[in-house]
Structures are given as structure tokens and as C-alpha cells.
T-cell receptor, first 115, second 111 residues
Framework: GAVVSQHPSRVICKSGTSVKIECRSLDFQATTMFWYRQFPKQSLMLMATSNEGSKATYEQGVEKDKFLINHASLTLSTLTVTSAHPEDSSFYIC???????????FGPGTRLTVL | KQEVTQIPAALSVPEGENLVLNCSFTDSAIYNLQWFRQDPGKGLTSLLLIQSSQREQTSGRLNASLDKSSGRSTLYIAASQPGDSATYLCAVRSNDYKLSFGAGTTVTVRA
């Protein structure tokens, strides 16, 4: 149990386009979902926290108009990178919290490359 | 702001040797601490979770200790195998539930 999926696993796009990444909790309802980005050989950095049906809370320095997060249901959250640029190229990982449990389950990640 | 540091950044050992990975954090007011494994280009796999009230957790060849007052945790991997080669991440959960990650220790176990 406690499986989190992400789609797509890898995406390459041209500069200026928008990219949507989906995160799903497959066998549990996620009260809270988290989005992280990871640069090569660096730590995961929390971008935002989202609760179902409410607006996401963004970390300092993360542009909310650039990274749109929609947590439409208890099993799905999406991250849209709008007008992507090469500096947005990164590994994006989502995570889901099950109920009030204190453990997070992580997706396999999405590698975004912006040309 | 919680800062998490992992030393060393990289480690290479021959098969069979025991591994010792260190993690330190600046704010001792934590909820729990978690160790993850990350394979290249992949997501995270949870290895061990230690609650703030616990001193250690064990799972198979893995043992993690926690000294909250000194802001340290150590992950021990006994009798390392080539399949243990990966990056190991330490993450500290604060009382606001946010996870702060270290940059990881990349382990290579030579056959």
C-alpha cells in the first residue's frame, strides 16, 4: 500500500511552453500533498504544500504564478510549470501524506528538460 | 530555519564493510527524523523513521540512531552489498510538519 505515482516520468519541452505534471495517490486518500524540486547532487527543496480543495501554500522564493498547483481531489494534485525556461529544468518530486499519519510517501519523480 | 547536513558527501567501500552515514541538524525541536534511499533518477524510498522520543530504529541490516539534544543521527548499514549503492538522504520533520532534507551521501559498494 501507500503508492504515489507521477506522470510523466520525463518531459522535454521548448522554452515558453507550459508543462503539467500529475501526482496521484493510488491506494489512499492524501489529505496533504507536497511538491519538491531537486537539482543535480543537491537536496530536495520544498516548493509548496497543498491541501485538497484549498489554495497551495508556497515556500519563500517560489513564484506561485510560475508554478501553479491544483489539488482537485484527495488523490490527485497537479503542478503546472507555466512559460517554462531552461532554468526550470529540474527533477520534480511529489509526496503525499496519508490522513494524519506522520509519514510521507514519495512519487518516482519527473525529469523536466526545457530547451 | 532547520539546516540539515550530511557527511560525507560520498563514500566508496569494498563489499562486506560496514557503512556509517552521519546527519546533523541545527534545531533540536523536531517531530521525527527519516532516512531515505534514492537511486539515480528515481524517487525516494523510506528506510527508517525515528520518532523524536526514540533513540534508534532497526530494520534488517539497517540501524539508525537519534540524539536529539546534540542534533545528530547516524545510519549504520552492516555488511554492505553492491545493491546498497545509492544516495542516502536524511530528512528532519519539524513540528510544523515540514521536511528538511540534507544533500545526501552517495554510497558506492565495490564488488
Amino acid at each position: 500500500g501507500a503508492v504515489v505515482s507521477q506522470h510523466p516520468s520525463r518531459v522535454i519541452c521548448k522554452s515558453g511552453t507550459s508543462v503539467k505534471i500529475e501526482c496521484r495517490s493510488l491506494d489512499f486518500q492524501a489529505t496533504t500533498m507536497f511538491w519538491y524540486r531537486q537539482f543535480p547532487k543537491q537536496s530536495l527543496m520544498l516548493m509548496a504544500t497543498s491541501n485538497e480543495g484549498s489554495k497551495a501554500t508556497y515556500e519563500q522564493g517560489v513564484e506561485k504564478d510560475k508554478f501553479l498547483i491544483n489539488h482537485a481531489s484527495l488523490t490527485l494534485s497537479t503542478l503546472t510549470v507555466t512559460s517554462a525556461h531552461p532554468e526550470d529544468s529540474s527533477f520534480y518530486i511529489c509526496s503525499a501524506r496519508r490522513g494524519l499519519a506522520n509519514e510521507q510517501f514519495f512519487g518516482p519523480g519527473t525529469r523536466l528538460t526545457v530547451l | 530555519k532547520q539546516e540539515v547536513t550530511q557527511i560525507p558527501a560520498a563514500l566508496s567501500v569494498p563489499e562486506g564493510e560496514n557503512l556509517v552515514l552521519n546527519c546533523s541538524f541545527t534545531d533540536s525541536a523536531i517531530y521525527n527524523l527519516q532516512w531515505f534511499r534514492q537511486d539515480p533518477g528515481k524517487g525516494l524510498t523510506s528506510l527508517l523513521l525515528i520518532q523524536s522520543s526514540q533513540r534508534e530504529q532497526t530494520s534488517g541490516r539497517l540501524n539508525a540512531s537519534l540524539d536529539k539534544s546534540s542534533g545528530r543521527s547516524t545510519l549504520y548499514i552492516a555488511a554492505s552489498q553492491p545493491g546498497d549503492s545509492a544516495t542516502y538522504l536524511c530528512a528532519v520533520r519539524s513540528n510544523d510538519y515540514k521536511l528538511s532534507f540534507g544533500a545526501g551521501t552517495t554510497v558506492t559498494v565495490r564488488a
